[in-house]
């Protein structure tokens, strides 16, 4: 197998790649609307009840789903618990090439893929190839990752005496994905648990089920055996009747703190017959900070911020929320930002170009809305963009200044193109409001004295510190993701510990002096 290196995104500067994109998308357009069932080992229940729109013309309807119950939770599960054994005696290498013909699947259709997600979730085309890009890292780094697992570990040895330390699979592995990496990372979820031997049941995010389709056949079509692996499209319900059942030995979570700390909580009981602690792989929401003390470089600082407040309508978790800058320089840095706020070219999310597109729904749009308001009521609005087209679910990319340190707006994660700038003494006072704040996803620094940036990594609590660049855009197996306090479990998603999480370490210690032999 040869070394894992990250799938190259498309160069989309190139109008011949731009051209099949949109060739892509007309193929995607001419297509009725996707019909995702429930899908349980070789059964498909189809259904309607769930309908997938695009944010950016909520009357075109992208995917309808069934809507999975008890019944299928139930059901999925029994499939789980029948597949988990075979799936768990299937030689590791046996089950890294499967995952690696479903990367090939997948990079077959990388333009089919990506229209849906432009489609479905609106991620602009070059964030809907990274997502694409990153599903295929995901299969490829978990499979040479699970080969190792399947070594064991070394341990120390002494005369007469042979240790072994060897991983299995945990058993049934219960997936609840969010619709914001709407490929990546349920598939990136997926597979760390069918690399480890373990049978999954995915429970996508209920506004992408049409994306979860596509992964779910790359998967099933490389030959993931119908038992090992169920597809469960459903609401915020058929996640819950998972994580209490306790057929389910692993979840596999990302989404929301609320639901994360209720899935943290649930997951502690011990229900009858249940002979196992659940293990609860969260990975929550945060307010991510960036840190810009008095010598950086405005020029560089203007344009990473934009990218990572705005990029995806600020709708990934990695995404800048709030800007602690040094006061010698907070007025011509909010100037200057604001500047760039106002142009920000809003737009539907196929147009190539665009840097904000809608967000994902009413609630979004709606919660963006409320944030700003709150913010101009307690503070002011430095900047807003000057045109927002109407139609589909558009927020006003702001900026926000000038507020009170117990607002809401620096409190909560908006998830949306909401940024608020923030004076600050010294970079130590900047630290401290850092510090202060219960999550720890991203973070971010601009100084140019190597002094600054050992200082505020040693004090950082963050699981992702960017210095002097943009804070989101992690890459498998360069930047390993995901974060501590209560942005989740400390996990990281596409670094070298995250398959130890889906595997239970059993170590076997023989007495080696035997007395006389065996006849
Ligand atoms: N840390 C990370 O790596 C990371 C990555 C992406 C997104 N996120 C976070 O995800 C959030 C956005 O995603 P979202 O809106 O889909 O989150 P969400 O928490 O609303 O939903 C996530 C999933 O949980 C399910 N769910 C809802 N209620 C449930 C319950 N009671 N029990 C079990 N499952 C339940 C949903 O149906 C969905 O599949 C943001 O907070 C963002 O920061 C974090």
């Known amino acids: 197998m040869k070394p894992f290196a990250n799938e190259p995104v498309l160069e989309l500067r190139r109008a011949p790649v731009r051209g099949r994109l949109e060739e892509a998308l007309r193929e995607h357009d001419a297509k009725p609307p996707l019909n995702v069932p429930v899908w349980i080992g070789e059964d498909r229940r189809e259904g309607g009840e769930l309908v997938s729109t695009d944010p950016g013309n909520p009357e075109r309807v992208v995917a309808t789903a069934a809507k999975a119950t008890e019944a299928d939770v139930d059901a999925a599960l029994a499939a789980a618990q029948r597949g988990s054994k075979a799936w768990a005696a299937t030689p590791a290498r046996e089950r890294a090439e499967i995952l690696l013909r479903a990367a090939q699947w997948l990079r077959e259709r990388r333009l089919e893929a990506a229209a849906l997600a432009v489609r479905e979730c609106a991620k602009p085309w070059p964030e809907a190839d990274a997502d694409v890009c990153e599903a295929i890292d995901f299969l490829e780094y978990y499979a040479r990752g699970a080969l190792d697992i399947a070594q064991g570990a070394p341990l120390l040895q002494v ?37 480890t031997g373990n049978a999954v049941v995915l429970k996508p995010a209920e506004q992408s089920p049409g994306c979860a389709l596509l992964l779910f056949r790359a998967l099933r079509e490389a030959g993931v055996p119908p038992d090992a692996v169920s597809l469960l499209p459903g609401e915020g319900d058929a996640g819950a009747a998972l994580v209490r059942d306790p057929r389910v030995h692993t979840i596999a979570f990302t989404g929301s703190g609320a639901v994360g700390l209720e899935i943290v909580r649930e997951a502690a009981q011990v229900r009858e017959g249940q ?35 705005f990029l995806y309508a600020g709708q990934k978790c990695s995404a800048a929320a709030r800007v602690l800058v040094h006061e010698a320089i907070h007025d011509g840095l909010l100037e200057r930002l604001a500047g760039a706020v106002e142009v920000l070219d809003v737009g539907q999310a196929e147009r190539l170009g665009i840097d904000v597109p809608p967000v994902i729904e009413r609630e979004a749009q709606e919660r963006v809305a409320r944030f700003t308001a709150e913010a101009e009521r307690t503070g002011r609005v430095a900047a807003r963009a000057a045109e927002v ?33 923030e004076r600050v003494r010294d970079v130590e006072e900047a630290c401290d409001r850092v510090d202060a704040s219960p999550y720890a996803l991203t973070g971010g620094l601009f100084a140019r004295n190597p002094d600054t940036v050992d200082y505020v990594v040693d004090r950082t609590p963050v699981g992702n510190l960017y210095v002097n660049r943009s804070i989101t855009g992690a890459m498998v197996g360069r930047q390993p993701f995901g974060g501590n306090r209560l942005s989740g479990t400390g996990t990281k998603a596409g670094g070298p510990g995250y398959l130890l999480q889906f595997v239970e370490p059993r170590v076997v210690t023989e007495n080696t002096m035997r007395h006389g032999l065996v006849v």
Not at 181 to 188: E, R, S, T
């Open 275 to 309: 002979k196992h602690l659940k293990r609860v792989i969260a990975e929550m929401g945060g307010k991510n900070c960036v840190i810009v003390d008095s010598d950086a470089d405005l020029d560089e600082v203007v344009p990473a911020l934009v990218t990572s407040a």
């Open 159 to 195: 005369p007469g005496e042979k240790n072994t330390l060897e991983y299995s699979a945990r058993g049934v592995v219960a997936v609840i994905s969010p619709w914001n990496f709407p490929i990546a990372i349920p598939l990136g979820m997926v597979s760390a648990g069918l690399a």
């Open 389 to 421: 087209p109407d139609g589909g679910w558009f927020a006003t990319p702001a900026v926000v200044a000038d507020l009170p340190p117990e607002s809401a707006v620096l409190a909560e994660e908006v998830f949306g193109p909401l940024l608020a700038v």
